[in-house]
């Protein structure tokens, strides 16, 4: 019966250790301010996100092809980040809405746009628009 007891309070003392050395080597996640604005109008869970995971969003947005996602491509033309703005503009491009890309270019001149502009020239080499 001691053995009983001993063992039992052995695998209790192991999973105890287990889940404190688990739990104490995990740091908490801060929520960062959303630094991009437009990811409010996908969800208050996209607030936040970090530049990849944005342009992971925007491929996702895209790919479900529909009007409604519309206004948040076009949000994201305006991300502080290039990259962010690149992936938006070349998926408006890639599903035809080329000419909203081009609109904001032209409200939004300067060398960010230039840039944007020439290498989405390079990426859509080829990409026809979708009807």
Do not use: K, Q
Request: hydrophobic letters at 55%; aromatic letters at 4%; proline letters at 6%.
């Amino acid at each position: 019966m001691i053995v009983v007891v001993i063992v039992i309070g052995a695998v209790a003392v192991g999973a105890a250790v287990a889940l404190f050395l688990v739990r104490g080597t995990r740091r908490p996640v801060a929520a960062a301010p959303d630094p991009a604005g437009w990811t409010d109008a996908a969800g208050d869970e996209f607030a936040g996100l970090t530049e990849p995971a944005r342009c992971e969003l925007i491929f996702a947005i895209a790919a479900l092809d529909d009007r409604r996602s519309l206004p948040v491509l076009e949000r994201a033309l305006a991300d502080p980040s290039e990259t962010v703005a690149l992936a938006a503009a070349h998926a408006l491009a890639a599903r035809g809405d080329a000419a909203i890309v081009e609109s904001y270019f032209a409200a939004h001149p300067g060398e960010r746009a230039t840039r944007i502009a020439g290498t989405l020239a390079l990426l859509n080499a080829g990409v026809t628009p979708s009807s």
